[in-house]
């Protein structure tokens, strides 16, 4: 989302770096370049400003302008005011630490309401909470019936009312969980094209009668400044308690996620990074900013290998490696991995470089499930061995993949590249590398 306008700080902030001298003519005019690109990437105008008065107030001292590297100092300027931008630090939601806690959800239709409920539910059931989703939109056509559909896709339970008002599906759902053991109840309210007072009577008085541990306004990241005009509306009629910024993952100008803080005081507390019901992050400023400059969000590129990634396989693989050992089977298992950590170009995208190193490099899922399809398509001799595929065993993985010939072959001699650069990292110590990490 905020390749633009990482792209456009980093000619910035190359020009500094570059400058024999910084003086307080050039620093201003490069504070104008960073102004001009936040205001291009849809960050509303008066948060722009400000953000580049502070930079400015900083970056023209001598402490700065006089040190041995100040181009590196502003850039450090820089981050740290992008996350006082962004909120500072972390704020979790509400801990589920009573039965039932109630997170009431709500935002404008097509926002992401639903699928954020189910994204919720599937967390609290990877905590051992018994959860319950509850369809509370009665408006939008077959909205009881998707929420259903996510909640039997998790396995967990679904409440909805038929005949009945939100508010009252909404305080029998409560009801409802007190008797049951619920741990979680997770309200999925109606949304409208557009903020109006209808929208907000009927929220106001679910909030009233189930006081929710947690109100969650989802906003559209794609949707730029709307979204963060819909979230000082919603706050300044419901006192919202949080913000999660849906569909992240997009190729919007990343402006509302830089102005919502500012302009509604009110904490982003989730991010949804995909379409995957797992695809649900914390919101970290810090980690954010480091990716708008470029420098990369290696913590939680290890949070996701820590939760994806079998220690126990890896380390033996990495054994196998050491021995020149290595060989398709064990490709096929490391790659199924990677991939439940999500799409390789963002996770490339959280090694502190590599942004840049790979910007001109595609990393296509197609051409991901390509290899994969062949290597499915070996028997296991084959994958041990590959050595023994002649033209007939070729034609016959080239035809059980839907690939050429020529594909499999393209694959083997990358393989065998593969494997002759671990057995060169072999001669240079590899045994040092740390416990489960993997050189790919």
């Known amino acids: 989302m905020f390749d633009a306008l990482s792209d456009k700080l980093e000619v910035v902030f190359k020009k500094l770096r570059g400058a024999g001298k910084l003086t307080e003519k050039n620093v201003q005019e490069s504070l104008r370049e960073v102004r001009k690109a936040l205001l291009e990437a849809d960050v509303n105008y008066k948060v722009a400003r400000d953000f580049v008065k502070i930079v400015q107030e900083k970056s023209v001292g001598d402490e700065v302008l006089k040190s041995i590297e100040p181009g590196q100092q502003i850039i450090k300027i820089v981050h740290d005011e992008l996350v006082a931008l962004l909120g500072g630090q972390a704020e979790p939601v509400a801990p589920i630490d009573k039965a039932p806690t109630v997170y009431m959800i709500c935002g404008l239709q097509g926002s992401g309401k639903t699928t954020l409920t189910g994204k919720l539910a599937l967390q609290a059931k990877r905590k051992n909470k018994k959860p319950l989703v509850v369809a509370a939109d009665i408006y939008r056509p077959a909205a009881v019936k998707q929420l259903k559909v996510l909640a039997d896709s998790i396995d967990v339970e679904h409440f909805h009312l038929k005949g009945k008002q939100p508010q ?39 909030k009233g009668l189930v006081s929710p541990d947690e109100l969650l306004l989802v906003a559209d990241s794609m949707t730029g400044q709307d979204a963060v005009n819909v979230a000082r509306e919603f706050h300044e009629r419901l006192d919202i308690t ?82 020149s050992q290595f060989d398709f089977e064990d490709f096929l ?81 990358q393989f065998a590249a593969m494997q002759k650069m671990f057995n060169n990292m072999n001669k240079m110590k590899m045994k040092g590398l740390p416990k489960g990490m993997m050189p790919f």
């Open 168 to 206: 009252e599906i909404c305080a029998e759902a409560v009801k409802y969980a007190s008797k049951n053991f619920i741990d979680l109840v997770i309200l999925d309210t109606a949304g409208r094209l557009h903020v109006d007072d209808d929208l907000m009577n009927e929220l106001q008085e679910i």
């Open 242 to 323: 949080g913000v999660v910024l849906s569909k992240l993952d997009g190729d919007a100008r990343g402006g509302a996620a830089l102005s919502i803080r500012q302009v509604t005081n009110c904490p982003i507390k989730l991010a949804s990074t995909g379409e995957k019901l797992s695809d649900l992050e914390p919101f970290h400023p810090e980690r954010l900013a480091s990716r708008i400059l470029g420098m990369g969000d290696i913590v939680s590129l290890v949070e996701k290998a820590s939760e994806s990634i079998d220690l126990e396989k890896a380390e033996k693989m990495k054994e196998k490696i050491l021995k």
């Open 333 to 413: 298992e490391q790659m199924q991995q990677v991939r439940k950590m999500g799409p390789l170009d963002s996770l490339l995208g959280m090694i502190p470089g590599a942004g840049k190193a790979l910007k001109n490099v595609k990393v296509d899922e197609k051409d991901v499930n390509r290899m994969l399809a062949i290597i499915q398509s070996m028997t296991i001799e084959e994958r041990r061995n590959p050595k023994i595929l002649d033209g007939s065993r070729k034609k016959r993985i080239a035809a059980g993949s839907g690939n050429s010939i020529q594909a499999i072959n393209q694959l083997l001699k």
